[in-house]
């Protein structure tokens, strides 16, 4: 069935009688002031569902306008004249009310009971699905929620493990500035004494006041150097030369009694009572 558009116009409340009998006068005297110029009011269809109400051109069947249900916020037919039916629904992108009116011979209150159809299919296909959406809805809020608590906790991380990092650069620095190699000084025991080393021994080492530690003797020939670095005093080693005769004789006994099995490691001893002599 086709309609007479008077056409549409602007409303301060979205709802409301009175509204829409305001913009029903105005759109009447738009349209005598047409009917006196000599043009028609155009013909349109309407087209209603749950998903809104379509005004399309009746020949081309072209939509002219295209009114969403859950923008349309009033819908009444005009109880002083049986002839009009409006509607307001809010303009999607002026965001105003406009108040959309028509004029019929017939229909007209079953063209009202049909949006109303509409709004209550609507609001029921909303409760059977739209209850599993909002539970999708709530899921996707919480799976977002935690992805941007993971993304928190990461950047947490990464900032600690580059603090981490600095840390350890700014230590590495400290301990071996750059360009220098500074070499480890030998330590020390509690004498102030460069421990023995066998790989690399040392001729001599003086004690701290500057002379030589006394020789220390050695049982066994294969070691040449003392603790202490030094060669070891050997008197049995020493040349003929180096001694006067009766000094070498004693010494040779000493050395016959050195190889007898005596030793002096622990144990203070005497060879023989003395001499009564003595």
């Not at 056409?7 to 349209?31: C, H, I, N």
């Not at 028609?40 to 087209?47: A, C, F, I």
């Amino acid at each position: 069935h086709s309609f007479q558009f008077l056409g549409s116009t602007e409303v301060e409340q979205p709802k409301g009688t009175e509204v829409v009998r305001d913009a029903v006068r105005k759109l009447k005297f738009a349209r005598h002031i047409k009917k006196s110029e000599g043009q028609k009011t155009p013909k349109v269809e309407l087209q209603i569902s749950i998903y809104g109400v379509k005004i399309l051109d009746p020949k081309t069947k072209e939509v002219q306008h295209n009114c969403q249900l859950h923008r349309i916020s009033f819908c009444a037919d005009d109880k002083t004249d049986k002839r009009i039916f409006t509607f307001i629904c809010k303009d999607s992108e002026s965001n105003k009310h406009l108040c959309y009116v028509f004029d019929s011979e017939k229909c007209v209150k079953e063209i009202t009971l049909t949006i109303g159809q509409a709004f209550d299919l609507a609001y029921r296909k909303f409760l059977e699905s739209g209850g599993k959406d909002v539970e999708t809805r709530k899921q996707i809020a919480g799976l977002q929620k935690r992805i941007q608590e993971l993304e928190t906790e990461n950047t947490e991380l990464k900032n600690k493990v580059q603090d981490l990092e600095n840390q350890l650069r700014i230590t590495q620095v400290r301990a071996s500035p750059a360009g220098s190699v500074t070499p480890k000084s030998p330590s020390t025991d509690i004498f102030d004494m460069v421990p023995f080393s066998p790989i690399s021994p040392q001729s001599s080492t003086p004690t701290r006041n500057g002379t030589q530690p006394p020789p220390v003797p050695s049982r066994s020939t294969e070691i040449k150097r003392d603790l202490f670095g030094a060669e070891p005093f050997d008197p049995f080693s020493c040349g003929a030369g180096d001694f006067p005769p009766d000094i070498q004789s004693k010494l040779d006994e000493m050395q016959e009694g050195f190889k007898m099995g005596l030793t002096l490691e622990g144990t203070v001893f005497c060879l023989d009572p003395l001499d009564s002599r003595c």
